[in-house]
T-cell receptor, first 115, second 112 residues
């Protein structure tokens, strides 16, 4: 079945450093989604990618849809304390997601930032 | 714009008591609705999803049930809670196909 492998599991970085995380799959995805979850809150959509090779930015965040369609990357530049949280990648279950729109999620990358 | 509301935000219940968590969505019609459970702040487990009123699909056999009495209302229930039902419950709405899902703020459920 479809699985998303997200790495690293956790990161401890200094404020101001850049961050890179990635998500890989053994099967092809048509969409890649990146979410951030602050402690005690629900995940919030950061970036949605719909085309292989696509590079999309949202402020200091940049995400890329891998050319093979089996991976995606999220980069955060010049990290700040409010970047702390868990970052999840996700993609549609099944090739087109189906009418139910079910998603499969990675297990998350927990980011800690030292001031 | 669309908004999603979940309540309560936190809940402490004794083992064996019933449960009812509610989720409502505004600003959209006929959304797909989802219930997830998240243990220990990591990993989202899909519990139920619904593509329309009265239509519920269960992903994981368990002590919980879901209902969708109105188009934009999704309820998670249990007749008798177990200790293992503790966790962070998230409701989400989304469109069909490749549309992203959008999450509520969650309910922290503790079973004593």
């Amino acid at each position: 079945g479809q699985q998303l492998n997200q790495s690293p599991q956790s990161m401890f970085i200094q404020e101001g450093e850049d961050v890179s995380m990635n998500c890989t799959s053994s099967s092809i995805f048509n969409t890649w989604l990146w979410y951030k979850q602050d402690p005690g809150e629900g995940p919030v959509l950061l970036i949605a990618l719909y085309k292989a090779g696509e590079l999309t930015s949202n402020g200091r965040l940049t995400a890329q849809f891998g050319i093979t369609r089996k991976d995606s990357f999220l980069n955060i530049s010049a990290s700040i304390p409010s970047d702390v949280g868990i970052y999840f990648c996700a993609g549609p279950l099944g090739y087109y997601g189906g009418s139910q729109g079910n998603l499969i999620f990675g297990k998350g990358t927990k980011l800690s930032v030292k001031p | 714009s669309q908004t999603i509301h979940q309540w309560p935000a936190t809940l402490v219940q004794p083992v064996g008591s019933p449960l009812s968590l509610e989720c409502t969505v505004e600003g959209t019609s006929n959304p797909n609705l989802y219930w997830y459970r998240q243990a220990a702040g990591r990993g989202l487990q899909l519990l139920f999803y619904s593509v329309g009123i009265g239509q519920i699909s269960s992903e994981v056999p368990q002590n919980l049930s879901a209902s969708r009495p109105q188009d934009r209302q999704f309820i998670l229930s249990s007749k008798k809670l177990l200790l293992s039902d503790s966790g962070f419950y998230l409701c989400a709405w989304g469109g069909q196909g490749l549309q992203p899902q959008h999450f509520g703020d969650g309910t922290r459920l503790s079973i004593l």
